[in-house]
T-cell receptor, first 110, second 115 residues
């Protein structure tokens, strides 16, 4: 079993829909990152969470440390949100290693 | 402020050839790292550095070499390219140690094909 599991693997939505992407992990963590990978390949950091909730524009990220689960929500989705969304966790051990999920490919149709 | 710059963006190598992927950042970040991304797998850490003169192995270091002579540069060397090293490579950097919870900045990626 992978340490970081994302669901769904692929997601297709219509413009304007509310999107939820899930990330579950099996190890104790000190932080969780949500990343966005554009179709051209570039990777951008969206959020870093250690507890609670963060919001940036139409994006909301939440984390439940007890349940080892995080969600990324996109409100009023737009075709420009089409990308691969990647969850990555950093273990409590203080390791320099980030463990990445395989990503969720989101396609938002006009 | 250019961020993290990776070169080349695309490269085709023959088996056995060597090459260097360049990575430079202008944000005075202490932590730099190299990842590879393969279809159906998450990003995997190859090597990392927490400062000039300090490097360490990640999850998949075999066949790769790194050095960190300056804060700005962190080149990744493929010693003798193999088809299994066909992948997309990403350089990343952040302030201080990744374990301190700092935002990560990624380069644009380098697509490498070994034939």
């Amino acid at each position: 079993k992978n340490e970081v599991e994302q669901s769904p693997q692929n997601l297709t939505a219509q413009e304007g829909e509310f999107i939820t992407i899930n990330c579950s992990y099996s190890v104790g963590i000190s932080a969780l990152h949500w990343l966005q990978q554009h179709p051209g390949g570039g990777i951008v950091s969206l959020f870093m969470l250690s507890s609670g909730k963060k919001k940036h524009g139409r994006l909301i990220a939440t984390i439940n440390i007890q349940e080892k689960h995080s969600s990324l929500h996109i409100t009023a989705s737009h075709p420009r949100d089409s990308a691969v969304y990647i969850c990555a966790v950093r273990s409590q051990s203080g390791s320099e290693k980030l463990v990445f999920g395989k990503g969720t490919k989101l396609t938002v149709n006009p | 402020n250019a961020g993290v710059t990776q070169t080349p963006k695309f490269q085709v190598l023959k088996t056995g050839q060597s090459m260097t992927l360049q990575c430079a950042q202008d944000m005075n970040h202490e932590y730099m790292s190299w990842y590879r991304q393969d279809p159906g797998m998450g990003l995997r850490l190859i090597h990392y550095s927490v400062g000039a003169g300090i490097t360490d192995q990640g999850e998949v270091p075999n066949g790769y070499n790194v050095s960190r002579s300056t804060t700005e540069d962190f080149p990744l060397r493929l010693l003798s390219a193999a088809p299994s090293q066909t992948s997309v490579y990403f350089c990343a950097s952040s302030y201080r140690r990744i374990s301190s919870g700092n935002t990560i900045y990624f380069g644009e990626g380098s697509w490498l094909t070994v034939v």
